[in-house]
């Protein structure tokens, strides 16, 4: 077994830098790697390129980074929800590259997965496609679209092994699973960690191969964005 | 004329026995409220999930748990959870049935616009793109004009575009529209809208064949 | 809850045709979709085209059909151990594609998410690549694949639910999920079949929404091709 | 000159603490033996695991857990079974960092052939192109000539290729051998073999700087 357990977030965010590109799973506010978003703030790296389907809301995830100023340009499908982030877009502060949701997790995956490039529907005959190869297969049209290439992936799982193996719950699972390997170096926090062996290896989500670094997460707040309930009848 | 829950409810008869369905946020959502309770559905929400159920009671809520739209849902049997590569794989791979999304804007061509006002507003396409794509069966639920009172049927879309020639059908809260080669054709009326209405609020090409049913609900 | 459960192999069978271009799961003997094989060779059904990693062996799996001489055309990585499979390719009367194993994987996952091509660096600069597009990606070279088109695809699996919901044990994985949604009609075969809401949704290896039909198999054999053991000191 | 199991032990010195490590069939599948147990190492079988452990005790065997060359296995704490396309996503996306693997022939610009004598015999590739086209740190286990006597390290292959320009290193009965722009650079002498024997079998450019050590097992 390859041990990938280290102590605490100060541990798990050993060399990253200011400009550098990074990663971080989660949709809106479900299943953010909240240890690490607090200690990119704390550590006030800057010029930072955040690979995020979203950039949670004014006070919360991403959108910390964000107040601070220390995100250069978000690559995201969507920008609802937070009008820091829609203010700093407008204003021209924030550089935004809008990619469809679809694209935005095989872009992940393909940089998991040793591809470089492949070819979508997705945004055919939009502004998205602009630039970029088309080409028609079968009759319908497809747009190339390349593997991201990222420094950091930080990914937030319900349990994890001492090995680096992950288990997600829910829809908290979202696009963490696609970035694991698909940065350099890929950090894991986890709600409960446990030793090698605990996890059945046919239940694993994500193999340890395709982290670096886990470490047992404190005080998730899992926030929700929009709690919705029925009338008991 | 229909107020959002009509549409809804006008929309949850195209829903039909076996169908895998992606609602998008807004409109779309409340279409699930509508579905017959004899056939046998099952909705997708791309941040992965397949097999929604309804919303929670208080106090059973779990962060873990939602829609695309971020509310707090519930799962029925035969659920399933999944990353957001294989959500679009559904989507993609044409494994989802029936997608039913808002629009700002169609054109009689089939072209939808709904994630950018230049300059102004920019919401982003989330999931959108993708599924415009890809699905074959693609309806679109909105008002029949912008709160200026301007029409959101078009020749063509004058904003950023989502997809190309996708959109098949359009329910509005006046009218029921297919996208034909032609233009929209006209295909009901809803209860108390006359003709004469939708023409009037319908900037695009409006195909009108012989006498134009009041819709049923 | 879609129900896909029907009631036998025979049933699920429906619609099958001479000449159909069918996708196998399983790794040599292992997870293989012993029922369905079964029933081809039953049904006597010629000329088809087989995508599976392997063909079995002489008297068992695929080399059931290829003995009796139902199969025009096997794309497959690996050969060896079936000396019939091997003397009918080298004598012509078997058309074989053989394709690398990571792309014969990926070209059953692309038809199953909607892509229609992507570029692999397997196989450059071989015969394989011969006739293909190939693009430098950052400094390395790539072979354009495309994605399969089946109308069959029989898989295995372990435990499975009336959605078709599909859990997977052990290496009897393998090509079986790639294989799911990936053909006009998808077949699953399994160990055990429960009703819908009995399997955890987190738990679930492929959403019954790649399933069209789903029996509960019988008679498993489950061969092991290569026993192999070490002593007890 | 070395046996298999020789071979085998010789190559173990390579894999390092740390190594994710895909052990081809034959001769590469014995090193597993022969690694220190030190160091943590963990094996990727490409059929669908990670983390495997010995062969399993007589009666303990499992159909459903096997190796890629079919064989029965077990696994170790920490290990996880997956499918197919993520195994190659493994392999591509160079997440395993030592590929050992046999040959027919190897050529001093590192093309490697091991699949396919045209009109004779053909195996098929399995994963190997894969392995070979995306691993950075490629090791070769094989004899030294073939069973005609002729070398296996060669100018230019003959056979049909596997890959291209990717082997770095040979270990075979008779010596180790780095691939290097000018040709397979003479590393190390198995036990008792001269470098004069060694040459003789070599049709390859045979580069030789220096005293040659014997190796140390």
Not at chain 1, 112 to 136: C, D, L, M, N, S
Not at chain 1, 167 to 195: D, H, Q, S, W, Y
Not at chain 2, 24 to 34: D, H, Q, R
Not at chain 2, 85 to 111: P, W
């Amino acid at each position: 077994m390859i041990r990938k357990k280290v102590d605490n977030v100060q541990e798990a965010l050993e060399g990253i830098q200011s400009g550098m590109t990074l990663m971080l799973g989660g949709f809106g506010l479900c299943g953010i790697p909240e240890n690490a978003i607090s200690e990119l703030v704390r550590l006030g790296v800057e010029d930072l390129t955040c690979i995020s389907n979203n950039a949670g809301v004014d006070d919360f995830g991403l959108g910390l980074l964000l107040q601070k100023h220390q995100v250069k340009k978000m690559i995201s499908s969507y920008v609802g929800e937070n009008d820091e982030f829609e203010r700093q877009m407008l204003s021209g502060e924030l550089d935004v590259e809008l990619t469809p949701q679809g694209t935005l997790a095989e872009k992940c995956r393909a940089a998991q997965a040793g591809f470089p490039a492949f070819f979508t529907p997705a945004g055919y005959g939009t502004e998205v496609a602009e630039g970029k190869e088309i080409r028609e297969f079968n009759g319908k049209m497809y747009v190339l679209e390349e593997a991201f290439a990222a420094d950091f992936s930080f990914v937030k799982a319900w349990k994890g092994d001492e090995a680096g193996n992950l288990i997600f719950k829910g829809t908290a699972r979202n696009f963490n699973p696609c970035m694991c390997g698909a940065a350099k170096i890929t950090v894991a926090e986890v709600e409960e960690l446990v030793p090698a062996g605990q996890l059945d290896p046919n239940e694993i989500h994500i193999p340890g191969i395709f982290v670096q670094r886990i470490f047992q997460g404190t005080n998730y707040e899992k926030r929700i964005e929009q709690r919705t309930v029925r009338e008991r009848l | 004329m229909l107020d959002k829950n009509g549409i809804a409810k006008r929309i949850a008869k195209e829903v039909k026995d076996g169908y895998y369905v992606n609602l998008g946020i807004g409109i779309p959502t409340l279409v699930a409220n509508f579905v017959r309770d004899d056939i046998s559905v099952e909705f997708q929400s791309e941040n992965g999930v397949l097999g929604m159920g309804p919303f929670p009671f208080a106090g059973e809520e779990d962060a873990d748990i939602i829609n695309a739209g971020k509310q707090t849902i519930t799962t029925l049997p035969g659920a399933s959870f999944f990353d957001s590569a294989t959500s679009f794989g559904m989507i993609r791979g044409k494994h989802v049935d029936l997608t039913i999304l808002g629009a700002m804007e169609v054109a009689e061509n089939g072209d939808i616009a709904n994630w950018k006002i230049p300059g102004k507003m920019v919401k982003g396409m989330g999931g959108a793109m993708d599924l415009v794509a890809s699905a074959e069966n693609i309806i679109v639920a909105m008002m029949h004009t912008n709160r200026a009172g301007a029409s959101k049927l078009l020749k063509q879309c004058s904003l950023p575009l989502t997809g190309v020639g996708c959109v098949k059908k359009v329910v509005t809260n006046l009218a029921v529209l297919e996208v034909t080669g032609e233009g929209f054709e006209l295909v009901e009326r809803a209860p108390g809208v006359s003709v004469a209405q939708i023409e009037e609020v319908t900037e695009g090409t409006l195909v009108i064949n012989g006498e134009i049913p009041e819709m049923e609900l």
